[in-house]
């Protein structure tokens, strides 16, 4: 037996009321020990009796702290303020759920955290990537050489401008990189689709580089078309390179993955300021995207290889850049400073360097 | 200790009815609710969130049964099994959303206008959803808002975004074929763009004024309804008040970004990071806290002390610097425990900001009658609320 009040869910009154279990059976009945049902007698009011089936009604977790309200079919309610003695009195009939046994002890939250924590890193590294590859493979290459003009267009409109190599220049490279392509490529699967395009950087802070756009879109500047006019092996590698992002459609997985990383960010973070969320996605965005560099830089040995060129010659890639970008420093007055591992995006020069060198 | 009727035994019936205060408390844990978010948090992700409408109702109970108002509880009735199918329809929405931006400027913009469409009457449906589920002392709120009103309420805020989405979008192959050609971009759209900019920023305080005067003007609780008397004049000058604290705010700001940069361009790692831990992150994090803080607390005092019913008058006095104080210390826990801190925070939060509040009541609440209006049955619109990130509290 248990006294509590009960609310009939027409009218903000309070009705003291005795609450007894029995069997199936959740009995409420009018507290004659109160003034308030006294009042109620006064007045000839009929005092309160309801039968309810225990499974009708929607009982309260366990917690310890807040009041218990019990709903009862039909808009009524039971309140209870004392927790504790109504989880005593309730818990012949409603059994604790697993769920709330690990939420009302620390071992259950321990063992939640631990699961969550493992679930998570399981997700990132293995999971992400997973999910990437079957999204990827339903994308069609329609839609992706789309994306990849889109991205052109883009850049072009901000601030990219049209190449002042000679015709005959950008012919050559062109020619070379479909012939060491040719000799790379196995028999009966022939090099994606690809399209080269000549840019100039001008006053954009991108200087010497290349960089390949989904649906197979390379575009190279001429800035670095010039530091290396006298290495046409190194610029094939460097296209080599690029390629190597086409093949994987590194382009759109990254797309998909930045999506799948914040909307997992967004779920640990979930019920929060937004501004938090993007941390940890930026930072675990920047890992595959290291991944991806060494696939490229994997591809670009292959080609090179294939080519009876050694792997080692890209070194001289990492050193005129190295060059360019102190001379650029030195202009400015400065020296260039260098982020640590976790935000740059291609793994350090140095380990790129490493590769090539011991490439056999 | 069992809650005592004693309203109607207390005040004989002749008397005029007094004005009682009744004391707001809040008596959430933060230890209570931390084991209650790590277990939901676990259950949300392995169930690749499939979970998140069922752990959203165990909150709202949590934090609506830790709400007592006069010594009784707010009560959460929403099914969660209704929840689901809401929140698998914002999924999906959200889903198509973000997509459609990623392929397209074309389709990103149709399906911000779509989104732009159906929003006020999915923020509309999240008020039905969260009061029709809220009780106190057994009987039900309502929203009484009609849909008609959700758009015109939104419409101050939307007219101007939507001008200045679709100019920026006629805008880039415009400015495209202009620098190609070596001459100017068409100067209509460059004045429309800045004219919804501007009106944007000029509206921002009256869409504030009428999204809260419809909200806080369709409150039902057994037959009172509430209005709220605060014009946008009042809303006007918090606007310019945030704009003043932010100015001030900024220019420390500013110094101390100055440091850190100055810093950064020091040979070091060990003094990078430090400027990046200890100088630019804490300035940037307390630049934005301070802003929220501010607007947070004027805005639930102007919107509070406004809001009256004919029997019920409610008070807040939230402090801005009890807030603001609050809110650095949470974040800076939250950081450092790499967000485990994060339920502890929205507890402390969550009772600061409930125990600011009054309610004063005129009468004996036990002689009203509740309506008899239906009750509200679909639950989409409250996911709609929670996965775009409106907050919809009361």
Known sequence: ????????????????????????????????????????????????????????????????????????????????????????????????????????????????????????????????????????????????????????????????????????????????????????????????????????????????????????????????????????????????????????????????????????????????????????????????????????????????????????????????????????ADDDGGRPFALPIAIASHPSDEERIARFRHAR | MQIEPTWGAEAPPSAAPAARALPVAFTGSGSEYFRIWIVNLLLIIVTLTLYTPFARARRLTYFQGNTRIDGHALGFHGNPRKMFRGYLLMVLLGVVYGASGQFSPAVGLFAFCVLAAVWPALWRASLQFRLANTSWRGVRMRFSGKLQGAYTAMLPSFVPAIALVAASQFMQPAAAEATAAASKPPMALVWLMMASMLAMIALFPLSWAWIKRYQHGHYHYAGEQTTLSVGPRRFYGLALNVFGVSLLAGLIFSVAMGVGVGLMAIDSVAVRAAAIALVIAPAYLTFLGTLSSY????????????????????????????????????????????????????????????????????????????????????????????????????
């Not at chain 1, 000679?166 to 699967?189: K, W």
């Open chain 1, 1 to 328: 037996m248990l006294r509590s009040t009960y609310f009939d869910g027409r009218s903000p009154k309070a009705h003291a009321v005795r609450l007894h279990l029995s069997g199936d059976w959740l009995e409420i009945v009018g507290d004659t020990e109160t003034s308030d049902a006294r009042q109620d007698a006064d007045n000839a009011a009929p005092r309160l009796h309801l039968r309810i089936p225990v499974r009708e009604v929607q009982w309260p977790e366990r917690q310890r702290h807040g009041v218990r309200l019990a709903h009862l079919p039909g808009g009524a309610m039971l309140s209870h303020d004392d927790g504790p003695a109504w989880d005593a009195w309730a818990a012949s009939v409603v059994p604790d759920t697993w769920v709330v046994r690990g939420m009302q002890s620390w071992r259950g939250a321990l063992l939640a955290g631990v699961f969550s924590i493992a679930t998570l890193v399981a997700a990132w590294a293995w999971g992400v990537p997973v999910a990437t590859r079957a999204l990827v493979a339903a994308v069609p290459a329609g839609l992706e050489a789309e994306l990849g003009e889109q991205a052109l267009r883009s850049f072009d409109a901000g601030g990219l401008l049209p190449s002042r190599l000679p015709a005959t220049r950008q012919a050559a490279i062109r020619q070379a990189l479909e012939d060491a392509l040719q000799r790379a490529s196995r028999p009966g699967s022939p090099p994606p689709a690809h399209t080269l395009h000549f840019r100039r950087a001008g006053r954009l802070p991108l200087g010497p580089n290349a960089f390949a756009l989904p649906g197979g879109s390379l575009v190279v500047t001429d800035e670095l078309v010039t530091l290396l006019e006298d290495r046409p092996d190194v610029i094939t590698g460097v296209l080599a390179h690029e390629m190597g992002h086409v093949r994987h459609r590194h382009g759109l997985r990254m797309v998909v993955q930045a999506s799948l990383v914040s909307a997992l960010a967004s779920v640990v973070l979930g019920d929060t300021t937004g501004w938090l969320a993007t941390v940890p996605a930026v930072l675990g965005q920047q890992a595959y995207s290291r991944d991806f560099e060494r696939e490229a830089d994997d591809e670009s040995i292959r080609v090179l290889r294939a080519n009876q060129l050694s792997p080692a010659v890209m070194v001289l890639l990492f050193e005129r850049l190295r060059e360019a970008r102190q001379k650029d």
């Open chain 2, 295 to 394: 607007t947070g607390a004027r805005l639930q005092n102007l919107v509070w002390n406004g809001t009256r019913s004919p029997h019920v008058e409610f008070r807040s006095q939230l402090l801005f610097n009890a807030l603001l104080r609050l809110t650095l210390k949470n974040v800076l826990l939250t950081v450092l425990t790499l967000g485990l801190y994060r339920p502890f925070a929205v507890i402390a939060t969550t009772r600061l900001k409930l125990q600011a509040m009054t309610v004063t009541l005129e009468g004996e609440v036990d002689q009203w009658v509740a309506d008899t209006a239906s009750r509200m049955d679909d639950a989409s619109g409250d996911a709609a609320g929670d996965f775009f990130g409106i907050d919809m509290g009361l």
